[in-house]
């Protein structure tokens, strides 16, 4: 699978698989920050494939601890999108988490601190 197949991947899958797990999912504002910033023009391709990455992780349906595990289920998406984030914190604006703020607000869930 190439980066332009795990982009589009994730820009046609993150949306829907978030609805889904919204409630369970306490680093929705985060993921959703990566998911703002993969689609910005002005991020860095290095960046975006490691957004990318994460985002697909997320997404898939096998991963290191299934989702439908709880409370556990959701703990390796974290730590990947946390693990992310830290890798591309420099490409990462205030634009992308407001539009994260947006969205949560949209579907009347708090974000996490």
């Known amino acids: 699978m190439t980066d332009r197949d ?25 993921a959703l920050a990566l998911f703002y910033a993969l689609k910005d023009a002005n991020v860095p391709v290095a960046a975006k494939i490691i957004m990318a990455a994460a985002l697909a992780y997320f997404i898939s349906p096998v991963d290191a601890i299934p989702d439908f595990l709880v409370p556990l289920g959701f703990v390796d998406d974290a730590a990947v999108i946390a693990g992310a984030i830290t890798a591309v914190s420099a490409s990462l604006k205030p634009s992308h988490y407001g539009q994260a703020e947006e969205w949560l607000q949209s579907y009347g869930q708090e974000s996490e601190a």
């Not at 820009?11 to 306490?26: A, D, I, Q, S, T």
């Open 6 to 30: 795990t982009i589009a991947r994730v820009e046609k899958g993150f949306l829907p698989k978030l609805k889904k797990v919204l409630r369970r999912v306490p680093f929705a504002r985060s």
